[in-house]
């Protein structure tokens, strides 16, 4: 729990506030934009006190899904709304799982939910409520590894609703030798014919993509939006594998069409057409060269 002592003084003065144990994993930002903000010395804050119901409810939000409980309430009210709010839904049966994991450092986990069975994206925390309405919502049926960072609490998962995990088998760890659905190889994968699995090295050996329906690519750690969404962004700085590679990774998505990017970490970004996702990816690539 967030500790009022531990407050960190950037806070503007009401009831939320953000302690000295955030990591900057940008989670709170990316949920709440309007009331939290970074420091400048590299953790989040609340800048803005919420001062209406939306902006409320996306406050506790943010709460519920903060990796390391460093947001609170000066009054310790309940979360409830927050807790409520997920998986909160995108678009087209696609939902945003919320309840990141500080074993993952807060990355973002997705849910599809789609007739020929649920999908879920990398692995949010495996918290009883989050459980409880993914189970209403139909459960998992296959639960996708884009690469080996994001895999704390797969096991989890997979024992609640004997879903299939599906991995690069060049990622595979101790944690992970159990996954049942290896991928091997540098070419795409079908999984359905609606899910085509693409192996995208570059962040790590083994990262892949999921591209959903021709509309939304998950993307890992490989491709980020910027955290106000108004671009793209590739992280040199956090690429584990010899950044040319990621370079060719990041040319080889111009052969798909999309609309969205929805990341591990970062913001995610939503073109207004597959045509403006690749004239957005040809400046990112230009422009990371």
């Given at each position: 729990m967030a500790r009022l002592s531990r407050r960190l003084p950037?806070?503007?003065?009401?009831?939320?506030?953000?302690?000295?144990?955030?990591?900057?994993?940008?989670?709170?930002?990316?949920?709440?934009?309007?009331?939290?903000?970074?420091?400048?010395?590299?953790?989040?804050?609340?800048?803005?006190?919420?001062?209406e119901a939306g902006q409320r409810r996306r406050a506790f939000m943010a709460l519920v899904a903060c990796p390391?409980?460093?947001?609170?309430?000066?009054?310790?009210?309940?979360?409830?709304?927050?807790?409520?709010?997920?998986?909160?839904?995108?678009?087209?049966?696609?939902?945003?799982?919320?309840?990141?994991?500080?074993?993952?450092?807060?990355?973002?986990s997705y849910l599809i939910v789609r007739e020929g069975g649920n999908v879920m994206v990398d692995v949010p925390r495996p918290a009883a409520p989050l459980m409880k309405r993914v189970g209403e919502l139909g459960g998992v049926d296959r639960l996708f590894l884009s690469h080996r960072d994001d895999v704390a609490g797969h096991g989890r998962w997979h024992g609640r609703f004997?879903?299939?995990?599906?991995?690069?088998?060049?990622?595979?760890?101790?944690?992970t030798r159990d996954v049942e659905d290896q991928i091997a190889g540098g070419e795409p994968v079908a999984l359905a014919p609606d899910l085509l699995a693409i192996p995208v090295p570059g962040h790590t050996r083994g990262s892949m993509a999921l591209l959903y329906r021709e509309t939304f690519l998950f993307t890992g750690d490989h491709l980020m939006g910027t955290e106000d969404g108004a671009g793209?962004?590739?992280?040199?700085?956090?690429?584990?594998?010899?950044?040319?590679?990621?370079?060719?990774?990041?040319d080889r998505l111009l052969d798909y069409r999309f609309e969205w990017v929805?990341?591990?970490?970062?913001?995610?970004?939503?073109?207004?057409?597959?045509?403006?996702?690749?004239?957005?990816?040809?400046?990112?690539?230009?422009?990371?060269?």
């Open positions: 950037e806070n503007v003065p009401g009831d939320f506030y953000v302690d000295d144990t955030c990591i900057d994993c940008a989670t709170c930002r990316v949920v709440a934009p309007e009331v939290f903000g970074p420091t400048d010395g590299g953790l989040s804050y609340v800048k803005r006190q919420p001062d390391t409980a460093s947001i609170g309430t000066a009054g310790c009210q309940p979360a409830h709304e927050g807790v409520a709010a997920f998986p909160e839904p995108l678009a087209d049966g696609v939902y945003y799982c919320g309840f990141t994991s500080e074993q993952t450092f807060g990355a973002s004997g879903c299939r995990r599906v991995m690069h088998a060049d990622d595979v760890g101790g944690g793209l962004y590739a992280s040199r700085g956090a690429c584990w594998y010899p950044w040319p590679e990621q370079l060719r990774s990041l929805l990341p591990g970490h970062e913001g995610r970004f939503r073109a207004a057409s597959p045509a403006a996702m690749r004239r957005e990816l040809e400046r990112l690539i230009a422009a990371v060269r």
